[in-house]
Every structure is written in structure tokens, then in C-alpha cells.
């Protein structure tokens, strides 16, 4: 039985699961979004979410280098790490969690296992907010339709005269 038992084994033993969760973080990181079946994309969420808590908390060199080295210990690849360390990290320093997003892709012809594309969300330029959007203002809301119709009727009258005034100087 298997009561309370919370980790998916993917049925696979212990070493070869985590050779795998490991391979398949290594590439989220390196390509920032990979296509795999649903049940081991969310085991590499649970996996790969307290790596990338680990890039935030940088206080001293000493703290720095223990993180990376960490993080080493169960991704494997040097190239992963810098990546996560340099790139993935500053972007995703005032994220307070959740930095993967799994979107379900339907199934897979050969043997009906759902697919599902597991990314990182804040380099995603199509659900996130893009550079031009954050650096716009944000635009103010009309609260009433009151406010409006007044000023479009000041504003009318006010018009009126201008261009009277400039037709009779015209005509002059």
C-alpha cells in the first residue's frame, strides 16, 4: 500500500528518476520550456521550483558560491547552473513562487499519454508583460459618464466660438 505516499516514481527506480528530473530541468532552464508527458512535468515542477528559490537568495560570496554549488549537486550540468545563476535568476528575483507554468497539450497518437508543455513563466512574452507594456503608464479609468458629458459640452461651445471667429477673420 501506499497510503500518504506523495512522490509520482514515474515507475522507475530511485537513480534513474532523478537522472531523469534532473536531465529534464536542464533543459527547461537551458530552452525555458520543454514538451513532455503531463505526469512528469508536474514531478519536475516539484523538482525544479526549490532550484530556482535557490538562485534568490544571495546575501554574501560565500552564500553565492554554496548556492551554486547546491544546485550543481542535482542538476549535473555546468551550463544549466550558469544559466539559472545569471539569467533566470535576476528575472525571477521579485517572484515570490511560482515560476513554472504547465499547459496541457492534449494526447500523444503512439500510446495516448497526455502531453503537457512545462515553461517558465517569466519568459513567456505572451501571457507576461512585455518591456513596451511596463514602461507605459497605466491608463485612468473613467468613473462616471457624468464627468465626461460635461466637458464634452464646455469643450463644444468653446469650439464653436474659435471657429467663428475664424471664419469672420477669414472672410475679412
Known amino acids: ?31 525555458k520550456r520543454i514538451v513532455t508527458t503531463l505526469a ?24 553565492i558560491m554554496h548556492q551554486h554549488r ?16 545569471t539569467v533566470v535568476g535576476p528575472k525571477i528575483a521579485s517572484r515570490p513562487g511560482g515560476y513554472t507554468r504547465i499547459l496541457k497539450l492534449g494526447i500523444r497518437p503512439g500510446d495516448n499519454a497526455e502531453k503537457a508543455m512545462i515553461e517558465l513563466v517569466d519568459f513567456n512574452e505572451i501571457y507576461g508583460k512585455t518591456a513596451e507594456k511596463a514602461a507605459e503608464p497605466a491608463k485612468k479609468t473613467r468613473r462616471s459618464r457624468a464627468t465626461t458629458k460635461k466637458t ?6 468653446a469650439e464653436t466660438a474659435e471657429t467663428s471667429t475664424e471664419n469672420t477673420q477669414s472672410a475679412e
Open 70 to 85: 547546491v544546485v550543481f549537486g542535482y542538476l549535473q550540468d555546468k551550463a544549466a547552473v550558469k544559466e539559472l545563476f
Open 40 to 63: 512528469k512535468a508536474k514531478a519536475l515542477r516539484t523538482y525544479v521550483e526549490p532550484l530556482i528559490t535557490k538562485t534568490k537568495k544571495s546575501d554574501s560570496k560565500e552564500t
Open 1 to 31: 500500500m501506499r497510503h500518504g505516499d506523495k512522490i509520482n516514481n514515474l515507475g522507475r527506480k530511485k537513480a534513474h528518476r532523478e537522472a531523469l528530473l534532473a536531465n529534464l530541468a536542464s533543459q527547461l532552464i537551458t530552452h
Open 152 to 157: 464634452a459640452e464646455a469643450a463644444a461651445p
